[in-house]
């Protein structure tokens, strides 16, 4: 397994708590963030790797390659290369595996899906401050729309490439090589 962009190694905890005997890989540019994860994920031994997305992947071979709120920082271009040096990583039957933010359709969704988030983020207790800051932090995302980055998948080869779950301004897209 591949995390890219693997912070602190959540996503990649709930999947080794699944399969424990996988070996894993991080990726990450945040050598600070890898170090967390090390320590959450030390019973399994991790690789690290201190990189950006927009280098080679440090491996081949891979049979799942996930990734989670990570790849919407990258421009479009960016993305459909990091799409196509992921589909070269995987053996055939691998999966790429993708949580997200995801970009509205058109402006009337996209407000639709930064209005339901600050809502969901003022219910969980977030206060102004907070939602100020995050907002910030948005500011410098690149998110594109789901129907975009599964198309980019399909072009590229993936097989069965779709959604697997989708909630207003987040979403779970996948596909396989082909056998």
Known sequence: ILDLGAGTGLLSEFIMQKFP???LNLLDESAEMLSKAQLRLEKYNPKIFVQPMTTPLPIGGVHAIISSLAIHHLTDEDKRD????IFQALVPGG???N???ILGENDWQQKLFEATHLDGARALGSDE???RAAEE???FDKCSTLREQISWLRE???QNADSFFHSFRFAVYAGWKPD
């Open 21 to 23: 005997s996988a070996s």
């Open 82 to 85: 990091l799409f196509r040096r």
């Open 95 to 97: 999966i790429f595996i």
């Open 99 to 101: 949580g997200e933010q």
């Open 129 to 131: 401050e907070e939602i």
């Open 137 to 139: 932090r948005m500011a």
């Open 156 to 158: 590229i080869g993936f």
